[in-house]
């Protein structure tokens, strides 16, 4: 078969990431040329190819020229959007993340602009963040110590260990999530703790929407984790799984899928009008919405989402903590004294 040449590059995935099997089970399309597979070995559900890096890093290199941009005073814009969360991380570690001893360091990994290290310094953290992206230049801006480093191929050691490391929706993106997680085992400091947030393949909206379902990122997200398989990297990583969340959330349960109509009805609405030829890519190569720059929109759809979080007490106490079928994993993580670290 001919190769498209509207088709975005990708770059075969042929073993897990996480045991680095090769017998595996299809379970979602092809689509896009990307199919999703379990692994026979481990259980993993995980893509068989990714879009190459040259082209994620230009779609985040343009993302981050339109992100909105910080005032001349006052919190940078979206650092807000950014509270529930680390106010839930809080509550995962028995209020651990708040009770910040003097000198404790926090590491964000995937720290984008920064905006989760204006809080951890709110709280009185000594703030230093891993950026690869250009986002990274905001984040130096606003007074964080920034680094260029890859998690997954270790070897470089930060000088000081950590009191926190936070990792929000990067490790689906890794071809080496196990690597990287035991290089992370390696920084924390040895009561520190390491809080891994990711999408969670069991979502319930997930099989409404099939590969266009916006969290499913196809091309960019490499790995799907489910309880039972985020469990088991951080054990083959090294590290004790103290909690392991996934409740119900308001914003998560509706946004996206609002975000996946919208960006089907763009789609189509331009094929019909010949602006664009059938999308040949999926994620974010795909027909999509964007938020764009515009502050009046960012100010209303923080406000949605606001509103929608106050919901997710009711929910948690309605579905549980452990409900499968949450849209996001959160593991608080801390270093098993039985692994021997591998520097």
């Known amino acids: ?47 068989t190819a990714g879009y190459a890096p040259r082209m994620l890093d230009e779609h985040y290199a343009e993302r981050a020229r339109r992100a909105p941009r910080r005032d001349a005073a006052g919190p940078r814009p979206g650092s807000e959007r950014k509270r529930p969360a680390l106010a839930l991380y809080d509550r995962l570690t028995g209020g651990r993340i708040s009770s910040v001893p003097p000198g404790a360091r926090a590491l964000d990994v995937g720290c984008n602009t ?14 230093v963040g891993i950026e690869r992206s250009p986002s990274a230049a905001e984040a130096v801006a606003a007074g964080h110590e920034v680094h260029a480093i890859d998690v997954e191929a270790g070897g470089l ?21 196990t690597a990287a997680l035991r290089w992370l085992r390696d920084q924390l400091a040895p009561d520190g703790v390491l809080v891994v947030e990711v999408p969670n ?23 799907f984790f489910e309880r039972h398989t985020l469990t088991a990297l951080a054990h083959r990583a090294g590290l004790q799984v103290r909690v392991l969340w996934s409740a119900a959330q308001a914003r998560s349960l509706l946004f996206p899928s609002l975000l996946t109509a919208v960006d089907l009805g763009l789609g189509a609405a331009r094929r019909i ?22 502050r009046w929109r960012h100010r209303v759809v923080s406000r949605v989402l606001e509103g929608l979080d106050r919901l997710d007490p009711v929910l948690e106490r309605v579905v549980g903590s452990d409900w ?12 098993d004294p039985s692994h021997a670290p591998t520097h």
Request: proline fraction near 9%; charge should be neutral; glycine fraction near 12%.
């Open 273 to 294: 009008r010949g602006r664009s030829s059938s999308a040949a890519g999926v994620g974010v190569a795909s027909e999509r919405v964007s938020g764009g720059s515009s």
């Open 1 to 47: 078969m001919t190769p498209d040449p509207t088709s975005p590059p990708l770059v075969a995935l042929e073993h897990c990431p996480v045991c680095g099997g090769s017998r595996r089970t299809p379970v979602l399309g092809p689509h896009g040329g990307i199919t999703l597979v379990r692994c026979d070995d481990c259980g993993l559900v995980h893509a």
């Open 201 to 223: 393949w069991g979502d319930r909206a997930r099989p409404l929407w099939g590969p266009r379902y916006r969290p499913l990122e196809l091309g960019d997200h490499l790995s």
């Open 157 to 177: 050691e930060l000088p000081e260990r950590f009191d926190l490391i936070t990792m929000t929706h990067v490790l689906e993106h890794l071809r080496r999530p």
């Open 324 to 335: 499968e079928h949450g849209a996001n994993l959160v593991a608080v993580l801390a270093p």
């Open 114 to 127: 920064g905006l989760l290290l204006d809080l951890l310094r709110e709280a009185g953290y000594r703030t």
